[in-house]
């Protein structure tokens, strides 16, 4: 089944303890970002990445990296997790790129709060 | 950047009803695709469809790309139907989302 693999869905940490949100595709799609939620706000884009070992930030990258070293892995990591990165977060991948029509999926969402 | 506005922001129906959702975006896209976001936050893709017309079920899209809009169409609607769908369209390195219409559809 084609899908977008986060994990975990849900998580409770505590400020500056370092956590990795994996996720993976299995749909070989060159273009993986990811997504914040939060009320109010909206989706707003943290990182993506145009194929291996290409990554740029989106709108809100403070605080957070990305790797590409497969093309189907895409991990999120928190270095220094502050409870302001407390949100829902989301993988997504597409084969082509978004802005030229490539269709985007998401995988199930991490609940992430850090006390 | 391009500019996606939906209405209407909330709406509440009788299981059963039917209800068309709009999205209106400010300029020309190649991308356009509607999402559920159900209660418990997953986001499912629904339709892929920049152009035209498309059904699937009891929902149905359709995209009028040189009037700069789209329409989502629930049929029957069902409880299960509830949440939150959301309008994006080809943004600078990604999609842009609008702010969602809040569908809550009661027994």
């Known amino acids: 089944e084609a899908q977008v693999t986060q994990n975990p869905r849900y998580l409770i940490t505590v400020t500056g303890k370092k956590l990795t949100v994996t996720c993976s595709q299995n749909m070989n799609h060159e273009y993986m970002s990811w997504y914040r939620q939060d009320p109010g706000l909206g989706l707003r884009q943290i990182y993506y990445?145009?194929?291996?070992?290409?990554?740029d930030k989106g709108d809100v990258p403070e605080g957070y990296k990305v790797s590409r070293k497969e093309k189907r892995n895409f991990p999120l990591i928190l270095e220094s997790p502050s409870p302001n990165q407390t949100s829902l977060y989301f993988c997504a991948s597409s084969l082509g790129r978004p802005w030229w029509g490539g269709e985007l999926f998401f995988g199930e969402g991490s609940r992430l709060t850090v006390l | 950047g391009i500019q996606v506005e939906q209405s209407p922001p909330d709406l509440i129906l009788q299981e059963g009803a039917n209800s068309t959702l709009r999205c209106n975006f400010s300029d020309s896209v190649n991308n356009l695709q509607w999402f559920h976001q159900n209660p418990w936050g997953q986001l499912i893709n629904l339709f892929y469809i920049p152009s035209g017309t498309k059904q699937n079920g009891r929902l149905s899209a359709t995209t009028v790309a040189t009037e700069r809009y789209s329409l989502l169409y629930i049929s029957s609607s069902q409880t299960t139907d509830s949440g939150v769908y959301f309008c994006a369209v080809n943004g600078y390195s990604t999609l842009t989302f609008g702010k969602g219409t809040m569908l809550l559809v009661s027994p």
């Open positions: 990445s145009m194929n291996v070992e290409v990554t």
